[in-house]
Nanobody, 126 residues
C-alpha cells in the first residue's frame, strides 16, 4: 500500500518562503510521477507542479512558474515544493499525488493520479 504524508504547511506572511514535503511509502518510488495540487475553499482542485522520471522533467502551472520549485529526493522517498514569495491567493490545502506508472496524458488533472495525501494547509496573510 502506498501512502503519502504531507507536511510543512503553516501560516506565513506574503513574501516569506516555505517548503512543503511529501513522504512516500512504497516500492519503486523513483519511477513515480509525483505532483502537487491545491484546493482553495469553494474552488476545484488545481494542478500546481509535477516532476517525472526517469527524465526528471518538471512541469508547473503557468502562473506559478518562477515562484514555486518542485524537487525530489529518491533516497528519502520524498518530494518537495519550495514556495517563494507566496501571495494571499496561494492560500489553499496543498495535496501531494502519485502516479506509479509515470508520466501520462492526464498529468494536469487529478484523474491522472492514483495515490493522494491528506493535504497540508497553507495560509498566506497580507
Amino acid at each position: 500500500q502506498v501512502q503519502l504524508v504531507e507536511s510543512g504547511g503553516r501560516l506565513v506572511q506574503a513574501g516569506d518562503s516555505l517548503r512543503l514535503s511529501c513522504a512516500v511509502s512504497g516500492r519503486s518510488f523513483e519511477s513515480y510521477l509525483m505532483a502537487w495540487f491545491r484546493q482553495a475553499p469553494g474552488k476545484e482542485r488545481e494542478f500546481v507542479s509535477a516532476i517525472g522520471r526517469p527524465d526528471g522533467n518538471k512541469y508547473y502551472a503557468t502562473p506559478l512558474r518562477g515562484r514555486f520549485t518542485i524537487s525530489r529526493d529518491d533516497a528519502k522517498n520524498t518530494v518537495y515544493l519550495q514556495m517563494n514569495s507566496p501571495k494571499p491567493d496561494d492560500t489553499a490545502v496543498y495535496y501531494c499525488a502519485a502516479n506509479p506508472t509515470g508520466f501520462g496524458p492526464n498529468y494536469l488533472y487529478p484523474r491522472g493520479y492514483v495515490y493522494w495525501g491528506q493535504g497540508t494547509q497553507v495560509t498566506v496573510s497580507s
